[in-house]
DNA sequence: TTCTTTTTGATATAGTTTATCAATTTCAAA
DNA sequence: TTTGAAATTGATAAACTATATCAAAAAGAA
């Protein structure tokens, strides 16, 4: 039984509610996706390069934007370039970051995820995920 | 004197700062571009295009690009585009997104904003801005 | 006005992601 | 196990966004 059963599992659901077909190249895929916290396409198309020559870039780009739709990834778009997040890694935590020098600090508050929950509910919606950046100065920075 | 002597102001000071000049387009796309709360640089493209037929588009880019440095805009990348808002539009809108069909709504909640100010003080941090995205289905989706 | 520097518009180029399509693979049914 | 319809893949063309290039035009100080 593979360490990424789970998610595997998770996966193969989509995939028979979908009528998709589970194929050696997105078990492939999904197994060094699980790996990272998040990757871009092309890092994974070279990182994979390496046990599969074969494995095209078309295909590493249908199926992480697949992994999005089955829940497992989130699309982000950084710079000019996408980056597709873990999910599983990912836990409930947000960052505050520095623009002064790139410091990254995560943090959890339970009462911002209620207020956001309240308002999605307002405008009838149903969250799945969230993304919150707080940009600013760190206290060194500032001085 | 136009209805935006302040945001031209902040532009001329940037203008002076660094050796750059004051010309009919950049006065042009500000004005355009501070009746928006946001917008990108083809939309902006089109929508000039009607005033003045040879606006190119790569002055746009420049021009928006401009904006950033001199504070006025902030780029945001949202979706495959560059969203450029409007940094004078004071109060700060959030997105609520919609994974099904991609419906865009946005909100603002004070709560939210006084918790993260919160959370980046107790951080030693000082927001300057932030990024809050909230991905879910909305009503008609979820059916 | 003159002259130097910057800007512009048109377009080429770079770089990322999606579309296309013949060949291959999957998987359920026979 | 074999068959066959449907989905997937790999290679590559195409679409798209944004930046680079460069001759011509405009800005602005002298």
Redesign the interface.
Known sequence: MSKHAKEMGILKEHLENHQLKFTRQRELILDAFLKQEHITAEEMYHQLARKDPHLGLATIYRTLNLFCEAGLA?AR???TQTQYDNVSHKGHHDH?I??GCGKI?E?E?C??ER??EE??TK?????????????????RC?H
């Open positions: 989130q778009h950084f710079g505050l520095c623009t600090v943090f508050n009462d911002i207020l956001q308002v999605a405008n009838g919606f149903t969250i799945t995920t969230h993304r919150l950046e707080l940009y600013g100065l760190c206290s500032r």
